[in-house]
Structure formats: structure tokens, C-alpha cells
Nanobody
């Protein structure tokens, strides 16, 4: 069983910064892509940023030049540094991990989601 736990959300004013953290734990033998998604009220969940085990990153257009995703493979953690926040960034942010568990050479791969952390940007 693999779990992911987010932390670091909160309330910030427009133009401010926040750092989100996520840690995956449990019976993890390998980890592929990890990332952040968000869901605003009345909207579908959308990609914010992802990072592969090799460090390749992908960002939503709305996050480019403002957000930075980083990863610690040894600790199965990722962070999201968010700068120049805007009211439209207000959402619940979810951590995502493509985790392999069980046998090392033949892991059982699962997509694991956290419970989410609220980010609110006031105008």
C-alpha cells in the first residue's frame, strides 16, 4: 500500500508565494512520474506540473515561469514552489505519484493520489 501526503497549502495575497510538499510512503520499490494537479470549484482537475524520475519536467502554461517543481528520489518527495500567485490559482492541489510496489523486478504499478491541500489567493 502506497500513500501520498501533501502539506503547505494556505492563504496568501496576490503576488505572494507558497511552497507545497508531498511525500510518498509505504511499500515503494520504484517511482515513475510524480506531480501536482489542481481543481478549482466547479472546474475539472487539471495538470499543474509533473516530474519524472530522471528530472524531466512538464508544466501547464499557467504555471510556466511562476511555479517550479523539484524532486528528491531518495525520499520519494516532491515540492512545488509557487511564486507571483494569482486569484485564479485558488484551488485544491493534489499530489500524484505513479508508484511501484511489491516485487522489485516486477513491481505492481498504481496511480496514487493525495487528499489535497487548499491554496487560496486573495485579491
Amino acid at each position: 500500500q502506497v500513500q501520498v501526503l501533501e502539506s503547505g497549502g494556505g492563504l496568501v495575497q496576490t503576488g505572494g508565494s507558497l511552497k507545497l510538499s508531498c511525500e510518498a510512503s509505504g511499500n515503494i520499490v520504484s517511482m515513475r512520474t510524480m506531480g501536482w494537479y489542481r481543481q478549482a470549484p466547479g472546474k475539472q482537475r487539471e495538470l499543474v506540473a509533473t516530474i519524472t524520475a530522471g528530472g524531466r519536467t512538464k508544466y501547464a502554461n499557467s504555471a510556466k515561469d511562476r511555479f517550479t517543481i523539484s524532486r528528491n528520489n531518495a525520499r520519494n518527495t516532491i515540492t512545488l514552489d509557487m511564486n507571483s500567485l494569482k486569484p485564479e490559482d485558488t484551488a485544491v492541489y493534489y499530489c500524484y505519484a505513479e508508484a511501484g510496489s511489491g516485487a522489485y523486478y516486477y513491481p505492481d504499478w498504481n496511480e496514487v493520489w493525495g487528499q489535497g491541500t487548499q491554496v487560496t489567493v486573495s485579491s
